[in-house]
């Protein structure tokens, strides 16, 4: 069966330093992978998607990036963070199925 | 493009009472619609599926939700709830854009379940 990993749970980090947030998916290959946000009373934001391999679209310009190094690996990075981009972090596939699997998500804190 | 509206962002009901939370949807083609509920500090579990056949799909937790083409919904309904249901709700549509299946969601529904 399928799974998806992503970590950490919970980070907090000062303004100005660097980000990388991981997400990998096991049991399935080539997925496409998502990354949402969820801030407080904003619903899901997508940020990210990708389809394949290096292959990144991004839905909304912003202080962040992502990299698919391999096939069921998608990382969420930001060179110097912002206290903007504090929120609920949340890593998703979907491929065979239709339907959307998530990770437990990464509660982000900027200081 | 797809979009999907929760015209209700949170909805308090009593315990045993029935609950209807609103989903409306638009796409310019055929869609797969979904509901999904979030624990606090969680992802996102999915609770039914819409991909064809029967408008009325039944999902865990005593959920159900119906799908009306001609109205664009999909509302979800529960006829009893429980203290254990409070929690915040997803609506979503997934379409086939560019080649693959992207997932769309609305802005989430608090249901709050009063003792």
């Known amino acids: 069966s399928q799974t998806i990993h992503q970590w950490p749970a919970t980070l907090v980090q000062p303004v100005g330093s660097p980000l990388s947030l991981e997400c990998t998916v096991e049991g399935t290959s080539n997925p496409n992978l998502y990354w949402y946000r969820q801030a407080a009373g904003r619903g899901l934001q997508l940020l990210f998607y990708s389809v394949g391999i290096g292959q990144i679209s991004s839905e909304v310009p912003q202080n962040l990036s992502a990299s698919r190094p391999q096939d069921r690996q998608f990382i969420l990075s930001s060179k110097k963070l912002l206290l903007s981009d504090s929120g609920f972090y949340l890593c998703?596939?979907?491929?065979?199925?239709?339907?959307?699997?998530f990770g437990q998500g990464t509660r982000l804190t900027v200081v | 493009a797809q979009s999907v509206t929760q015209l209700d962002s949170q909805v308090p009901v009593f315990e045993e009472a029935p609950v209807e939370l609103r989903c409306n949807y638009s796409s310019s083609v055929s869609v797969y619609l979904f509901w999904y509920v979030q624990y606090p500090n969680q992802g996102l579990q999915l609770l039914l599926k819409?991909?064809?056949?029967?408008?009325l799909v039944k999902g865990i937790n005593g959920f159900e939700a119906e799908f009306n083409k001609s109205q664009t919904s999909f509302h979800l309904r529960k006829p009893s709830v429980h203290i254990s249901d409070t929690a915040e709700y997803f609506c979503?549509?997934?379409?086939?854009?560019?080649?693959?299946?992207?997932?769309?969601f609305g802005t989430g529904t608090k249901l709050q379940v009063i003792p």
């Open positions: 998703a596939w979907n491929g065979g199925p239709v339907e959307a699997f």
């Open positions: 979503a549509v997934s379409d086939l854009v560019g080649g693959y299946q992207k997932v769309t």
């Open positions: 819409y991909l064809s056949g029967s408008t």
